[in-house]
């Protein structure tokens, strides 16, 4: 079935290409129309009925509606999957299926089933499948009683409302016919009523709308987090992704029009195993095959040595850009660029990159002792400023996390922002002029977003989320560069070590929120490592569970991405105490520094304030922590470095260290540092399961929560 899918799609767009043909409107020389036809024709929108003729008298019908829109602003395929009968729970297949769900902010990685429903049903397997299912995404058309009906006709202001959506952005809030004609964007002698409109006008009124516009394509992702090849997310029954389909988007976006840029939000070269492997190599080279022109620097660029991502950068045939990432002397690094200007069919397009600025309390202390991050409103401003002096357009490529959409409220001269850093998926929001675009993430996703420029100013735009479907073809040249480096992979992971006698599931709010199997597995292998009193794992550092059967290299890899070491400190129970709060601050927000604990139990109430929540803190036996006296305490050296607000353990990483390449240390009124290895966090774990045999761990009461609250977070 699914080979057939692909086929039938691959098929209905070459149909589509193979119309554009020479005097596809032949018989429109005597139209009033002819010259609205023409240039049409020239551009390759109208691509006639396949026999020579455009037919400008008849009606206009939505599947030809969609055609135009879809050819005239170079939109993109969007592939949706074949809508699968649901299961009763007798098995059967039951009467109704999924109902579609358009793209929004609250979408997320686990719940895109539904939203690869087709936007068109009735429209599968037809020429026009394709193009409806485009433009209904896009939100140009609306659906008609759950259908597209590509047979009815479509009266003339329904037609000019569609195309001043796809001038201004069907997502604002506006009278778009008033503002098509307030900016002669609309013919004057066209009557905009319920009329029906015939391929005449529709011509005309499109050529009209369209003849002085230049539109920019912008591809964009973020926060792929080095997931290059398909998979299926926790939560979803569908399988997504894969860099080889984003790159034959991405051509496919170059070849309808050539005014096109790849843009990237950043986090895109490490955390999984085909990533870590290789340190990011293996990123960088699927980046560069996909033809990216510009990446931002995000938290997570800098999850290895800092020397790493110099070397990625002048690896990368895209620009590496982050107008705020200074060495500690202030000067610039030369691998990296604030900004870059591009020329598109004489438009010039600024490109900037801003990076969040607190980036060093999300990533590992010794990756960033070098650097420092500029404040980002402060040099953001800056930067704008002369960006804004360079060029006619100006995107922003900003990886703020939770600060992205306050960017068009506190900087001024941004067309259009590409946030990262959130995972969050849907549609684009409207913020004091700016267009804010939520890439999604995890590679789960490509977004299209046409900028409409006229006279050097941007009109509006159009926009389409594409979720990377079995569906989207790939380009083979992708997958041969992955195959690569996979086989690399599959030589050193797939060693077993071990048995894990159940499933042990994973998700941000089982390892962020309470306790969680997982989280004791790694405490527990960290302080029998160590032989030490207790041991707090931070649940943002365990990002994969574990399945029944053997347990290899690569599960570990996968459950532990990130380069920690093991570090030894002793610390007084205040200090545990302290540590704790800290950790259970961002209750119930997904946040990652939430406490895995093991050699302690404790109790936190839920609804006070952060700060006052824990209750109690017990041993094993009962007995309570004893605040003045002094622990053994392992953990990673991402908190010993004060990494995610553990500030009270930072004896790696002191207030104002000099970053000369050498470990400094310092010890605290409540916190002494004993050792820190240079064993990874990922090879103790390793070690516990192969000493184990086999693993079971399970929920045992260490974390009790009074008074849990709910979130609405989805963060991935």
Not at 334 to 349: H, M, N, R, S
Not at 465 to 486: F, R
């Amino acid at each position: 079935m699914k080979h057939t899918r692909i086929t039938a799609l691959v098929l209905a767009l070459a149909m589509t290409v193979a119309l554009a043909a020479p005097a596809a409107a032949a018989d429109a020389a005597g139209s009033p129309y002819a010259e609205s036809i023409q240039r049409l024709e020239e551009r390759g929108v109208i691509k006639g009925d396949g026999t020579g003729a455009y037919r400008p008298e008849d009606p206009l019908t939505r599947a030809a509606a969609a055609s135009l829109l879809y050819e005239a602003f170079y939109l993109v395929p969007v592939f949706s999957m074949e809508a699968q009968p649901a299961e009763s729970a007798e098995g059967e297949e039951a009467a109704e299926p999924l109902t579609k769900q358009f793209y929004s902010t609250e979408t997320t990685v686990a719940t895109l089933d539904a939203a690869l429903l087709p936007a068109a049903p009735d429209a599968v397997g037809t020429w026009c499948e394709t193009v409806a299912n485009t433009v209904l995404e896009a939100r140009l058309m609306d659906q008609v009683d759950g259908a597209f009906q590509g047979d009815a006709a479509v009266t003339r202001a329904d037609f000019a409302l569609s195309v001043m959506k796809a001038v201004y952005g069907a997502d604002k809030d506006m009278d778009f016919l008033a503002q098509g004609q307030a900016d002669g964007l609309l013919p004057e002698g066209l009557i905009l009523d319920d009329t029906v409109i015939t391929r005449g006008e529709a011509a005309w009124l499109l050529d009209a709308a369209t003849r002085d516009l230049t539109i920019i394509t912008t591809m964009s992702t973020s926060d792929i987090h080095g997931h290059m090849t398909p998979y299926t997310p926790s939560g979803s029954a569908i399988e997504v992704g894969g860099s080889a389909k984003a790159a034959w988007l991405f051509q496919e976006a170059e070849r309808r029009n050539p005014n096109t840029l790849i843009l990237d939000g950043g986090d895109s070269p490490y955390n999984t195993d085909l990533a870590n492997i290789s340190q990011g190599q293996s990123s960088v080279d699927v980046m560069n095959a996909q033809g990216y022109d510009a990446t931002v620097l995000g938290n997570h660029d800098f999850d290895y040595a800092f020397e790493n991502l110099l070397s990625l950068a002048d690896r990368a045939e895209y620009a590496m850009l982050s107008a705020n990432t200074y060495w500690l002397d202030g000067t610039y690094p030369e691998q990296f660029e604030p900004y870059i200007v591009k020329e598109l069919d004489g438009v010039t397009v600024a490109i900037v990159g801003l990076t969040d600025d607190g980036s060093k309390a999300t990533t590992h202390f010794s990756n960033t002792q070098d650097i420092d991050f500029h404040d980002q409103w402060e040099v953001g401003q800056a930067v704008l400023e002369q960006a804004n002096a360079e060029a006619d357009v100006v995107i922003l490529l900003s990886h703020l996390h939770g600060a992205n959409n306050d960017v068009p409220v506190k900087l001024d001269g941004i067309d259009m922002e590409i946030g990262g850093g959130n995972d969050i998926f849907g549609r684009p929001l409207n913020i004091e002029d700016t267009v804010v675009v939520n890439p999604g993430g995890v590679g789960a996703c490509v977004n299209q977003t046409n900028l409409n420029v006229k006279d050097g100013e941007v009109l509006g735009y159009t926009f389409n989320q594409i979720i990377l479907s079995s569906d989207v073809p790939e380009v083979e040249a992708v997958n041969e560069i992955i195959a690569g480096y996979q086989a690399d992979l599959d030589a050193q992971m797939d060693v077993v070590i071990g048995q894990c006698a159940s499933d042990i599931p994973w998700s941000s709010p089982l390892v962020r929120t309470q306790e969680s199997p997982l989280g004791n597995l790694a405490a527990d292998a960290l302080r029998d490592y160590c032989d030490a009193d207790i041991a707090i794992q931070n649940g943002g550092g365990v990002r994969a569970g574990l399945s029944a059967g053997d347990v290899t290299v690569g599960d570990i890899f996968a459950m532990l991405p990130f380069d920690n070491k093991v570090t030894l400190v002793e610390v007084t129970g205040q200090t545990v105490w302290d540590a704790l709060e800290n950790g259970v601050s961002g209750y119930p927000e997904l946040n990652g520094k939430f406490p895995q604990v093991s050699g302690i139990h404790y109790t936190f109430d839920g609804s006070k304030p952060a700060g006052e929540r824990i209750v109690s803190v017990t041993l094993p036996d009962g007995t309570p922590l004893d605040m003045e006296g002094w622990y053994t305490l392992a953990c990673n050296d991402f908190m010993c470095g004060g990494g995610d607000g553990y500030t009270m353990f930072n004896v790696l990483n002191p207030e104002g260290a000099e970053g000369n390449g050498e470990m400094v240390s310092q010890d605290l009124p409540g916190c002494k540092l004993v050792y820190r290895t240079n064993d990874y966090y990922r090879t103790v774990v390793s070690q516990y399961i192969q000493e184990q045999g086999t693993i079971d761990p399970q929920v045992e009461g260490r974390i009790t929560i009074l008074n849990p609250q709910s979130t609405e977070s989805t963060l991935g």
